[in-house]
């Protein structure tokens, strides 16, 4: 994408050159593709090796153990296992979940989803900084709570919770606690043991993997049961059949080794390469930053431009990759449900831009962005009535 500069790194990223490389060891006829359930020979036994190495990598980067990792598509699935799985489990130990507005949609689904088996869902409301505080839950659990889910770090405007104290606070009441890392983690520290998360979703392509690759990681003392969604060969410990994706799975643990080596600087440069960028934007009459200004992953950034259609600003960035809001709901044509949450009027939330960097932008990439942004919303204003300055 030479002629297009990316700024959309939260809906993907490019996977990085050395993941590739993994990934290309175990593809071709002279590298290790065997079914790594084929033990019985020495190509099976390689490529279960180089699963075991990827587990072993995913579990360094949340502090997990190995054995808690189990291997999935992505982070969608990960969150349904973790909130179908453990609430159909534990149904007759409790039927209400708690949950918020903002969280990504494979959450919500997988909530309503729920709902039409019998259980009570409460949705909380975040502060206009998107923030969920830890009185909301405390308040909010009941004596048949069974799971609390709430995201790390949101898809959209890219403020981090307190998963920590929220943690705690679950396990002080018995509470199963689950956590979407798909966007926070190799990006911000995690520990599930030090945040008391009993169930971890995450996902590669988010850190410069590979699509189609993620896991789930389970607390395992006292161990915590999930009904399985797929059934089939029985792999992953029974809890996701199915014949691992040699290649992808590398190039998932690739990633997070990478990601838990360079986290410190990469966090550095994106946080600075994002401040200067919303230095640069704020300079505009009329300009909102969504979400809490510090709370934050370094890479996300949500500016409203007020008196501008998003859609229209898009149109007029042919240079830039960037989007309206997530790339999960940008097909439906509605406003920013988390925007809305956030106390955001329709047509504020329509006239919102997010902008992500990752490890491969450079501060070029952000003066062009500034450059080409503010000219097109001072020529967007200039043609809309009322709208000039």
Same mark, same amino acid.
């Given at each position: 994408?030479?002629?297009?500069?990316?700024?959309?790194?939260?809906?993907?990223?490019?996977?990085?050159?050395?993941?590739?490389?993994?990934?290309?060891?175990?593809? !071709?006829?002279?590298?290790?593709?065997?079914?790594?359930?084929?033990?019985?020979?020495?190509? !099976?036994?390689?490529?279960?090796?180089?699963?075991?190495?990827?587990?072993?990598?995913?579990?360094? #980067?949340?502090?997990?153990?190995?054995?808690?990792?189990?291997?999935?598509?992505?982070?969608?699935?990960?969150?349904?296992?973790?909130?179908?799985?453990?609430?159909?489990?534990?149904?007759?130990?409790?039927?209400?979940?708690?949950?918020?507005?903002?969280?990504?949609?494979?959450?919500?689904?997988?909530?309503?989803?729920?709902?039409?088996?019998g259980f009570e869902v409460t949705y909380l409301k975040p502060g206009p900084d998107g923030i969920v505080e830890p009185a909301q839950v405390e308040a909010a659990l009941r004596s048949d709570t069974l799971l609390v889910s709430l995201m790390h770090v949101n898809?959209?405007?890219?403020?981090?919770?307190?998963v920590g104290v929220l943690g705690r606070l679950c396990r002080e009441r018995g509470v199963l606690f689950h956590v979407d890392a798909a966007q926070g983690a190799g990006k911000l520290p995690l520990d599930v043991n030090r945040d008391c998360i009993d169930l971890l979703a995450?996902?590669?392509?988010?850190?410069?993997? /590979?699509?189609?690759?993620?896991?789930?990681?389970?607390?395992?003392?006292?161990?915590?049961?999930?009904? /399985?969604?797929?059934?089939?060969? !029985?792999?992953?410990?029974?809890?996701?059949? !199915?014949?691992?994706?040699?290649?992808?799975?590398?190039?998932?643990?690739?990633?997070?080794? +990478?990601?838990?080596?360079?986290?410190?600087?990469?966090?550095?440069?994106?946080?600075?390469?994002?401040?200067?960028?919303?230095?640069?934007?704020?300079?505009?009459?009329?300009?909102?930053?969504?979400?809490?200004?510090?709370?934050?992953?370094?890479?996300?950034?949500?500016?409203?431009?007020?008196?501008?259609?998003?859609?229209?600003?898009?149109?007029?960035?042919?240079?830039?990759?960037?989007?309206?809001?997530?790339?999960?709901?940008?097909?439906?044509?509605?406003?920013?449900?988390? #925007?809305?949450?956030?106390?955001?009027?329709?047509? #504020?939330?329509?006239?919102? #831009?997010?902008?992500?960097?990752?490890?491969?932008?450079?501060?070029?990439?952000?003066?062009?962005?500034?450059?080409? +942004?503010?000219?097109?919303?001072?020529?967007?204003?200039?043609?809309?009535?009322?709208?000039?300055?």
């Amino acid at each position: 994408m030479t002629d297009v500069i990316y700024l959309d790194n939260a809906a993907t990223t490019a996977v990085d050159p050395r993941v590739v490389e993994a990934m290309l060891e175990c593809l !071709g006829p002279a590298a290790d593709y065997a079914n790594p359930s084929s033990i019985g020979h020495l190509p !099976g036994r390689r490529a279960r090796a180089r699963v075991e190495q990827a587990r072993a990598d995913v579990a360094a #980067l949340v502090g997990a153990d190995p054995a808690q990792v189990i291997f999935t598509s992505g982070a969608t699935e990960a969150d349904n296992l973790a909130i179908l799985g453990a609430a159909r489990f534990y149904r007759e130990r409790g039927r209400h979940v708690v949950t918020s507005r903002t969280e990504h949609p494979a959450v919500l689904d997988a909530c309503r989803q729920l709902e039409r088996e019998g259980f009570e869902v409460t949705y909380l409301k975040p502060g206009p900084d998107g923030i969920v505080e830890p009185a909301q839950v405390e308040a909010a659990l009941r004596s048949d709570t069974l799971l609390v889910s709430l995201m790390h770090v949101n898809n959209e405007i890219g403020v981090a919770q307190d998963v920590g104290v929220l943690g705690r606070l679950c396990r002080e009441r018995g509470v199963l606690f689950h956590v979407d890392a798909a966007q926070g983690a190799g990006k911000l520290p995690l520990d599930v043991n030090r945040d008391c998360i009993d169930l971890l979703a995450l996902t590669a392509h988010k850190v410069h993997g /590979p699509k189609g690759v993620g896991a789930l990681c389970v607390r395992r003392e006292p161990r915590l049961g999930l009904v /399985p969604m797929l059934h089939g060969g !029985g792999q992953e410990r029974g809890l996701r059949s !199915g014949t691992l994706a040699t290649h992808q799975v590398v190039g998932l643990g690739t990633a997070f080794r +990478i990601a838990a080596a360079e986290m410190h600087a990469d966090a550095g440069r994106i946080g600075a390469l994002r401040e200067r960028l919303w230095r640069g934007l704020s300079a505009l009459p009329g300009v909102l930053l969504n979400g809490h200004p510090s709370r934050r992953v370094p890479g996300i950034l949500s500016v409203t431009f007020d008196g501008v259609e998003g859609e229209s600003l898009l149109y007029a960035l042919p240079g830039f990759a960037v989007s309206s809001g997530s790339a999960c709901a940008t097909t439906s044509g509605e406003p920013s449900y988390v #925007l809305r949450a956030l106390g955001r009027s329709d047509r #504020l939330a329509q006239s919102t #831009l997010r902008l992500s960097l990752g490890r491969f932008n450079t501060e070029a990439d952000v003066e062009r962005a500034i450059e080409a +942004i503010t000219s097109a919303v001072r020529r967007l204003k200039s043609v809309t009535p009322g709208q000039g300055g």
